[in-house]
Nanobody, 124 residues
């Protein structure tokens, strides 16, 4: 099983992008899904997470009010809508799936499946 994350690109500050995460090979409606990002020279950090039903979400303080995570289990996809992008949002974004708990910085190493990453570049 692999996760395929997509939707990255190069945009000016203030623009929006929507990232998408979908598994290849199986459905992941019972998994918790998280988005993480890694900027050049920095450690990978938590961005947002969603539980299996879509009614439970969590966000890093740096993206609250600008990013929205959602899922469509019928389409087997999780989305990260990113609005009001800033230069400091520039990073490779990864989706990850876990079966035990809502993903965050503390449990990211325990997440079972990761996407290959999609690059988001925001120019100021």
């Amino acid at each position: 099983v692999q996760l395929v994350d997509s939707g990255g690109g190069s945009v000016p500050a203030g623009a929006s992008l929507r990232l998408s995460c979908t598994p290849s090979g199986r459905r992941f409606s019972s998994y918790y899904i998280g988005w993480f990002r890694q900027a050049p020279g920095k450690e990978r950090e938590f961005v947002a997470a969603i539980n299996w039903s879509g009614r439970g979400t969590d966000y890093a303080n740096s993206v609250k009010g600008r990013f929205t995570i959602s899922r469509d289990n019928a389409k087997n996809r999780v989305y990260l809508q990113m609005n009001s992008l800033k230069a400091e949002d520039t990073a490779v974004y990864y989706c990850a799936a876990g079966s035990r708990a809502l993903p965050d910085d503390d449990n990211q190493k325990a997440l079972e499946i990761w996407g290959q990453g999609t690059l988001v570049t925001v120019s100021s």
